[in-house]
């Protein structure tokens, strides 16, 4: 990718970011996720969270000498690029200092390249996971909380071999997301030796899903792997092959975890499983406590990874001792990972202090973070399995 010169009126918003002596008075911080499109019931615990790190840092007075941190929500449509792109320019309009997200892997692709390069604006996703942002030329703006896909193909592969799965179909939501997922699991499931009988795409928004599933149900396998969204085509395709008898037990990725799928399905879909992004100790336990008492669920799928996001980009800025994404962009790997003391959820305050101090601090949070490489997180996924039709955790890997 050509390195793309800044944008005269975008750029001259940002500088504006780095007020006298680097303090400010208000930071801004932009939440572009899917509030409307196929992972709607997601987003509102994901915004939620990531707000509930800006009260935090707001609350301790400690952040840059006392700043106010405003979240600003933006709607990504989660698979719609010029809906994405014209949100997170208007972001930048409203003079953002950092941008959370975008969500789902296309979209976001779309904005970094189109958006936040342009305008040299940090961004952190909580959720997009295509292996394929992992490569993708960000000068140096790019950073993700939630594992790659490559990861968890792997980890995929893993838990269908442990439950004797020997076969699988395997249909994917037509997207950078669907096809990088799909590859990782197709390719990481042979290599442990099973057999990938079908590999079809399938688009989003359709009523009908039947010339789809019989064209999976000719194919056959002991398995359909759905690697969509919940809230529209994964569940059409899962109902579609309920009604036809096809098969009656799903392998459920990422994509597809949370309570409106169970919820939508019904009884039939107990007993399918899969994964997402996750971990286990006292940072998830602590986080789900706290959302808890601010009134949301803490354990909806990549609403930790949602609060750890806010938390890196202020943590940076302090860091920085400025908002100039230009100044902290390479901070956040520093107060991401060792050495340092660790910092968990609830602990900002002290973060601050740390920093401003000189000292140095490792940000565990609620996602158990460490990043890596083109800065996206080495990742730990928790297993799921549908029982009495609630997303029952039922291991970690």
């Known amino acids: 990718m050509k390195k793309m010169l800044l944008a005269t009126t975008a750029a001259a918003l940002v500088a504006t970011g780095a007020l006298a002596g680097g303090h400010a008075k208000e930071v801004k911080l932009g939440i572009e996720f899917g509030f409307t499109g196929p992972i709607e019931s997601l987003t509102g615990p994901m915004a939620a969270g990531a707000e509930l790190a800006m009260k935090e840092a707001t609350d301790s007075g400690k952040l840059l000498d006392g700043a106010t941190v405003i979240g600003i929500r933006a709607d990504s449509a989660?698979?719609?690029?010029?809906?994405?792109?014209?949100?997170?320019?208007?972001?930048?309009?409203?003079?953002?200092?950092?941008?959370?997200g975008a969500d789902?892997?296309?979209?976001?692709?779309?904005?970094?390249?189109n958006v936040a390069i342009p305008n040299g604006m940090v961004m952190i996703s909580p959720s997009a996971t295509s292996p394929g942002l992992s490569t993708m030329e960000d000068n140096g703006l790019f950073f993700r909380t939630s594992p790659s896909d490559a990861r968890e193909g792997q980890v995929m592969a893993e838990i269908l071999v442990e439950r004797g799965i020997k076969s699988i179909a395997l249909t994917y939501t037509n997207n950078d997301y669907g096809k990088g997922l799909a590859d990782a699991i197709e390719s990481s499931f042979k290599a442990v030796g099973g057999e990938v009988t079908i590999v079809a795409a399938h688009e989003d928004g359709k009523a009908d899903y039947s010339a789809e599933v019989g064209a999976l149900a000719s194919a056959g396998g002991d398995l359909l792997v759905v690697a969509g969204y919940l809230d529209q085509g994964g569940a059409g395709i899962i109902r579609?092959?309920?009604?036809?008898?096809?098969?009656?037990?799903?392998?459920?990725?990422?994509?597809?975890?949370?309570?409106n799928l169970p919820a939508t399905i019904g009884p039939d879909l107990d007993g399918s499983f899969g994964q997402i992004a996750g971990?286990?100790?006292?940072?998830?336990?602590?986080?789900?406590?706290?959302?808890?008492?601010?009134?949301?669920?803490g354990s909806s799928p990549y609403t930790p990874e949602a609060y750890d996001a806010a938390a890196l980009f202020m943590m940076a800025m302090q860091a920085a001792n400025s908002t100039d994404p230009a100044d902290y962009k390479d901070k956040i790997l520093e107060v991401a990972n060792a050495p340092g003391e660790k910092i968990y959820p609830g602990e900002l305050a002290k973060a601050f202090e740390l920093i401003k101090a000189g000292?140095?601090?490792?940000?565990v949070g609620a996602s158990a973070v460490e990043l890596i490489g083109p800065?996206?997180?080495?990742?730990?996924?928790?297993?799921?399995?549908?029982?009495?039709?609630k997303n029952e955790t039922v291991g970690f890997k």
Request: negative net charge.
């Open 104 to 113: 789902c892997s296309g979209v976001t692709g779309a904005v970094l390249q």
């Open 78 to 100: 989660c698979i719609d690029n010029g809906v994405a792109v014209a949100s997170a320019e208007r972001l930048i309009a409203e003079g953002i200092h950092g941008l959370i």
């Open 279 to 297: 971990s286990q100790g006292n940072g998830i336990d602590t986080f789900v406590a706290m959302a808890e008492a601010a009134g949301f669920d």
């Open 240 to 259: 579609s092959a309920l009604d036809a008898g096809a098969w009656d037990t799903f392998g459920l990725p990422g994509g597809m975890i949370g309570d």
């Open 359 to 363: 000292t140095d601090v490792d940000y």
């Open 375 to 389: 800065g996206e997180s080495a990742g730990t996924y928790r297993m799921i399995e549908v029982k009495d039709g």
